[in-house]
């Protein structure tokens, strides 16, 4: 089975930074996009970046030029480095793994880890 599992999520300043990891274990075939997702109290969940398998990268509006997602492939792990915090970026972040097939896909998703960026 497929599993993953966030970690270095916590308090962080304004200004400061954070790194989030997650591990992948379990085996996924073909292409995949692994990303990172958040969702604050209220707000519905968003894509903050994704990562495909041949390292095309996606950011949302609000962390380009602060946040930079990586992917470790030999070691199954993906990572969400975020710099210049600010508090809007407080949220329970979600590491996810998309895998589509010839038809249709499956998502995987982490567990989540709390991001809390005080003023």
């Known amino acids: 089975q497929v599993r993953l599992v966030e970690s270095g999520g916590g308090l962080g300043q304004a200004g400061g930074s954070l790194r989030l990891s997650c591990a992948v274990s379990?085996?996924?075939?073909?292409?995949?996009?692994m990303g990172w997702y958040r969702q604050a109290p209220g707000k519905q969940r968003e894509l903050v970046a994704q990562?495909?398998?041949?390292?095309?990268?996606y950011y949302a509006d609000s962390v380009k030029g602060r946040f930079t997602i990586s992917r470790d492939n030999a070691q199954n792990t993906v990572y969400l480095q975020m710099n210049s915090l600010k508090p809007e970026d407080t949220a329970v972040y979600y590491c996810?793994?998309?895998?589509?097939?010839?038809?249709?896909?499956?998502?995987?998703w982490g567990q989540g880890t709390q991001v809390t960026v005080s003023s």
């Open positions: 996810n793994v998309h895998n589509p097939y010839s038809r249709g896909y499956v998502d995987y």
């Open positions: 379990g085996s996924i075939f073909g292409d995949d996009a």
């Open positions: 990562v495909t398998t041949g390292g095309s990268t």
